[in-house]
C-alpha cells in the first residue's frame, strides 16, 4: 500500500474522518468543565492532555507535510484534493492546540516539547528542500557566498535546536525557545 493509496482509502471515508478529527477538540472543549481553572496540569490531566495533543498533532503534521509536498513540489493543484483528507487533520490539530492552551500550559503536558521540535524540524528541512528545489541551488547561487553560509548556519541552528527537543533524554530540562536579541 503506498501513501497515495492511504489517502485514497481514507477519503472514501467522511464520515469517519469527520468523527476522528473533530473528537480531539470536542474532548478539549468539554474538559474545561470536568476539572476547574489551574487544575489541568495536575496529575491526571496533564496525560489526557498529552494524549490530546498527539491524537490531534501527529496526524496534522501529517496533513501538513502531505499539503506542502503536494503544492510545492508536485505543483498539484489544491482544488482537486479531498479537503477531509487535506486539511481537516489541520484545522483540527488548530483547534485543539488554541483550546488547550486555554486550559493548560504547554510547557506541563508531557511530550509537548518534543512534538514542538519534530514541527519545527520538519518545517525548517522542508523550507530547505524548497529553497534547493526552487532554486536550483546545486546549479546556481545568485546571492553571495557569505549569504549562502548565513543560510546554511540558520538551517543548522534550526535544526540542531529542533532535534535537542525531539531527542533530549527525559531527565533533561526542555530549552526554551531561542529569542532574538533587541536591540
Known amino acids: 500500500m503506498t501513501i497515495r493509496d492511504l ?53 496534522g503534521i501529517f496533513a501538513a507535510v502531505l499539503t506542502a509536498y ?10 482537486d484534493v479531498n479537503l477531509l483528507v487535506y486539511f481537516l487533520p489541520i484545522v483540527s490539530m488548530f483547534v485543539t492546540l488554541v483550546l488547550m492552551r486555554q486550559n493548560v500550559d504547554f510547557k506541563q503536558v508531557p511530550g509537548f516539547d518534543r512534538l514542538s521540535g519534530l514541527m519545527v524540524l520538519l518545517g525548517v528541512s522542508f523550507f530547505v528542500a524548497l529553497i534547493v528545489q526552487k532554486s536550483r541551488i546545486f546549479v546556481f547561487f545568485g546571492g553571495s557566498i557569505g549569504m549562502l553560509f548565513g543560510l546554511a548556519f540558520f538551517a543548522f541552528l534550526l535544526l540542531k535546536w529542533a532535534t535537542h527537543r525531539l531527542f533530549r533524554k527525559s531527565s533533561e530540562a526542555p530549552q526554551d525557545l531561542p529569542q532574538f536579541p533587541y536591540t
Open 70 to 79: 503536494s503544492l510545492f513540489f508536485r505543483n498539484e493543484s489544491l482544488l
Open 7 to 59: 489517502v485514497q482509502s481514507l477519503g472514501g471515508h467522511p464520515w469517519l474522518l469527520l468523527i476522528l478529527f473533530m473528537l480531539p477538540p470536542a474532548i478539549t472543549f468539554g474538559l474545561r468543565y470536568v476539572h476547574r481553572p489551574g487544575e489541568g496540569e495536575r496529575m491526571p490531566w496533564r496525560f489526557v492532555y498529552a494524549g490530546l495533543v498527539y491524537a490531534a498533532c501527529v496526524p
